[in-house]
């Protein structure tokens, strides 16, 4: 698709249920990021996968926290029994890693997700 | 990823030229010069990039200082819709053996008034 898409756009849920996020990346886009923005805060990294593997997944919070890419495009993050500190809008983003033209990432909208 | 510093907000009139500093004073030779925004409830937006050289494209200017330790984001005709927070980012190592994550700091607040 012409830009990262997410979905779904909002969530509201009940603590102690599951959640599903998804990321549609760019197509053609190895490299592929979740970040977390808590209400008027910064961008916190997640975890970041090139193809299909997460190299790096230091910024997951907590082993309630997972994620995995398949077809080396569509991503889900899973947060399992939320937590209200879990209440913020993740950010997912994708890059050609230097293949194409532009090095830099291209973010979604994100997902809004509020834990009540 | 090198460390940036970049003051907490800036104002600038609509129509006028709007710089923003960003020091990086340990940036290594390989590492790149980011800068992104972030609109208002949006995800963050690619601005422009360099590494010693200095840039310009649709959107703005990046002027790199020789030593490399610091950058101005140069936004030449600033509007309204241009008020958002302004990150600078240093270490993002495009192409290389680094997988490229960016680690956002706290950026600049810009408001643009009338």
């Known amino acids: 698709g012409a830009g990262v898409s997410q979905s779904p756009s909002n969530k509201v849920t009940e603590k102690g249920k599951d959640v599903e996020l998804r990321c549609d990346p760019i197509s053609g886009h190895t490299a592929l990021y979740w970040y977390r923005q808590r209400l008027g805060q910064g961008l916190e990294f997640l975890i970041y996968f090139q193809g299909n593997s997460a190299p790096d997944k230091s910024g997951l919070p907590s082993d309630r926290f997972s994620a995995e890419r398949t077809g080396e495009s569509v991503s889900t993050l899973t947060i399992q029994r939320t937590q209200q500190e879990d209440s913020a809008v993740y950010l997912c983003?994708?890059?050609?890693?230097?293949?194409?033209?532009?090095?830099?990432?291209?973010f979604g909208s994100g997902t809004r997700l509020t834990v009540v | 990823d090198a460390k940036t510093t970049q003051p907490p907000s800036m104002d600038c009139a609509e129509g006028r030229a709007a710089n923003l500093p960003c020091n990086h004073s340990?940036?290594?030779?390989?590492?790149?010069v980011y800068w992104y925004r972030q609109i208002h409830s949006q995800g963050p937006q690619y601005i422009i990039h360099?590494?010693?050289n200095n840039e310009t494209n649709e959107m703005a200017s990046l002027i790199i200082t020789e030593d490399r330790k610091s950058s101005t984001l140069i936004l030449p005709h600033a509007t309204l819709r241009d008020t958002a927070v302004y990150y600078c980012i240093a270490g993002f190592n495009a192409g290389g053996t680094s997988y490229g994550k960016l680690t956002f700091g706290q950026g600049t607040i810009l408001t643009v008034h009338p």
């Open positions: 983003a994708s890059s050609s890693m230097g293949q194409g033209p532009n090095y830099g990432y291209t």
């Open positions: 360099g590494l010693k």
């Open positions: 340990t940036i290594s030779g390989n590492e790149y």
